[in-house]
């Protein structure tokens, strides 16, 4: 061990050491990778949807007599109502159909701010001239600039569409197709004015912090649910719940192949050193040295190995993941498929202690297995030359 160094070993323990600290770092980036984006992808919708969504049923089956009750916002971090319609949007060089949400200025501030590409958010209703906020994606197959005229269409009931001129004021980017391929925002009291008393409100309720979305529901008024029909996230997205969940397994299938590499090459190092200092352990053996005390002196090597590889991994991934969570460097070709442009790493200090514990538990478990090898020794055979 003198031989090798404390920090910067040599010979065929360096090899271990870097096999060690590979499995470690591969481990981390994994773990992080897998729960950035679970976190992203699940904030990013939270972000649009709220934890609970309450949309109304349709008017003909509710009795017209009874009043729907009152949402009591106050019992979430914050509330936004939304007013829905389909239209046909049209330009020069596009036809689309979209979905058409009106939404209060603030609210639209809070939704889109963080992902505005162009332009800017209208401060208030303009009676003058309608606005509209469109995709980057929605505008750029339609040929639109900023300040560009557009046109929506909207169903009248009565045969010809209602066809509303509209001003492009911004567009916005989630690099999730669900959004990105047919929203357009637009100010709630001018779409009302468009459809009149056609529209119905539905509302996107946040939890705060550390409330549960499922007792929130519990806690309201029963009757709201005879008007509305509550969901939440999982309920609305259930595939896309579904393959976040499947990066559980795929983090566990890359830790349990990682590691297994990692412990082999510290078992084969372990005993490449038998072999090194064959001639050192067939003196200690022939002077009276015990079984016991050999497999003290190899756990001790292995553990070195273990603990300097362990801390080269763990500073050199954390290291990673602060650069990349800050400049942003790494980034998916394919946005499209993940829901977002760079690769977000979350990794708490105490998912790193409890991973370090368990990595280092398994290794000194590989370690006094392999120590069994000792009993085979013999000096002979050791110092025979």
Known sequence: MQESGWFFPKGSAKFAVLAIALGVFISFMSIAAGQGLQQAIHQKIRHFEGDLLLTPYPTEIITESISSPDLDASKFSRV??????????????????VQVKGISSKDLDFLLTDYLVRGALPASSNSSQLTAILSETIANESGLEIGNDFFLLFNSGSGAPKQRKFKLSATFQTDFPVYDESLVFTSQSDLKGIIKDELVSEYSAYASDGQDAEILLGSLNPRLLDFYETSFLADQYPDLYQWIELFDLNIIIILVVVLGVAF??????????????????????????????LRTLFSQLGSYFVLVGAFYGTFASWILILVQNHFKILKFRNPEEYYITYIPFELSVVDTLIYLILFLSIGWVVIQLSSKALRRLNPIHLLRI
């Open 80 to 97: 936004i109502e939304k007013v829905n319609t389909i239209a046909v949007l049209r330009s020069s060089k596009k036809v689309k159909g």
């Open 264 to 293: 082999f090459a510290l078992v084969t190092t372990l005993i490449s050193q038998i072999i090194e200092r064959r001639t050192s352990l067939g003196l200690l053996i022939s002077m009276g040295a015990s079984q016991s005390q």
